[in-house]
Nanobody, 113 residues
């Protein structure tokens, strides 16, 4: 059985920071690319960032220079460090493994003053 559990979301003021975590089953983590997606109300789900098993990273233009994706292979966990947050970052954030089409439940991020 596979598992993806996102956590760390919450309410933060513009300019603030937040770190999201995604704990994954080892069977869909080790050796696979892990990604963060987000979906705002009324908008399509979009790719935010991904990190390969070799730790190559890629970011959406909208978050470059502000967000950092990382992974801890010993803990089967992928992180998304979000700095200089903007109201436009408000969304439900989901993680995904390249090994499966299964999505976690997501974690809500709200950026508001």
């Amino acid at each position: 059985q596979v598992q993806l559990v996102e956590s760390g979301g919450g309410l933060v003021q513009p300019g603030g920071s937040l770190r999201l975590s995604c704990a994954a089953s080892g069977s869909i983590f080790s050796g696979y690319t892990m990604s963060w997606y987000r979906q705002a109300p009324g908008k399509q789900r979009e790719l935010v960032a991904f990190i390969t098993s070799g730790r190559t990273t890629n970011y959406a233009d909208s978050v470059k220079g502000r967000f950092t994706i990382s992974r801890d292979n010993a803990k089967n966990t992928v992180y998304l460090q979000m700095n200089s947050l903007k109201p436009e970052d408000t969304a439900v954030y989901y993680c995904k493994s390249s090994a499966t089409n299964y999505w976690g439940q997501g974690t809500q991020v709200t950026v508001s003053s």
